[in-house]
């Protein structure tokens, strides 16, 4: 049964974003670059099919604040009533506020489960199971080089919408 449209019902999304007005700047850039050096990898290492890899497209954009606002302005459909961007680690763990990583081996392992258990269907789905635990085990050294050199953290938006 579908239930009616509701009338100035509310509405709460959270989602990735990006801080920047720049498509290619942000962690999601950062965090699915790491994903497409681990997939070449597989490619060189003969475990992946380099047309396979070429057909292959993750269905994943993070907007800016001003891209979600002007959508819900143009649809007419919703009055928004609050919108904030912030931050949080990609080590879901990590709650510290500095720019410091305090354990590169433990919130690289941390990331990587997290971003396996985002993508690891879609993944799947495309190249087949098989090369799950080997991707991901290329995937994670990439995540720890790149903490190195800087803690990164993820834009998230959250925004409340009424109906009009």
Known sequence: MVSPPVNHGHMVLIFFGRKDEDVYN???????????????SLVCKGLVNKEKLE???????????????????????????HMKLFEVNWDPYDDSVDDVVHDIASSSQNITMG????????????FGESILDVLFQEFRPLVA???????????????SLKKI
């Open 26 to 40: 942000g962690s999601l850039s950062h965090i699915l670059g790491c994903v497409a050096k681990s997939l070449e």
């Open 115 to 126: 971003i396996r258990s985002v993508l690891e269907s879609l993944i799947a789905s495309h």
């Open 55 to 81: 057909s292959f497209n993750l269905p994943i954009y993070g907007p800016s604040d001003d891209e979600v606002m002007e959508i819900v302005m143009e649809s007419h459909m919703f009055d928004l009533v």
């Open 145 to 159: 080089q790149h903490l190195e050199r800087e803690k990164t953290k993820y834009a998230v938006i959250v925004m």
